[in-house]
């Protein structure tokens, strides 16, 4: 299973970017995918999940700006980010907790994509 991810880059504050992230390979079925950041010097913080049936769960620090959805059938999960503030510049990180073919459940990351908020 691959988690790939797109839709970084740099963006003045105040701006608006939309990551997109697909999953692919030998996947039964996806429960919760979401978005998870690093910034430099700091740990790896969650930022938004979404389940199956589309429950959303977002970190205080984004909640009313970000936006998390998914195409279950494209088995890929979006982050719409309005209003990014220096603050959110990061890696941002995909997660699919995923039912693989073989039946086996196991969590799966992809390769980060960088976002910069800055004048």
């Known amino acids: 299973v691959q988690l790939q991810a797109s839709g970084g880059g740099l963006v003045q504050p105040g701006g608006s970017l939309r990551l997109s992230c697909a999953a692919s390979?030998?996947?039964?079925?996806?429960?919760?995918m979401g978005w998870y950041r690093q910034a430099p010097g700091k740990q790896r913080e969650l930022v938004a999940t979404i389940t199956s049936s589309s429950s959303t769960n977002y970190a205080v620090s984004v909640k009313g700006r970000f936006t998390i959805s998914r195409d279950n059938t494209k088995n890929t999960v979006y982050l719409r980010m309005n209003s990014l503030k220096p603050e959110d510049t990061a890696i941002y990180h995909c997660n699919a907790n995923v039912l693989t073919t073989e039946r086996i459940w196991r969590d799966y990351w992809g390769q980060g994509t960088q976002v910069t908020v800055s004048s």
């Open positions: 390979g030998s996947i039964f079925r996806i429960n919760t």
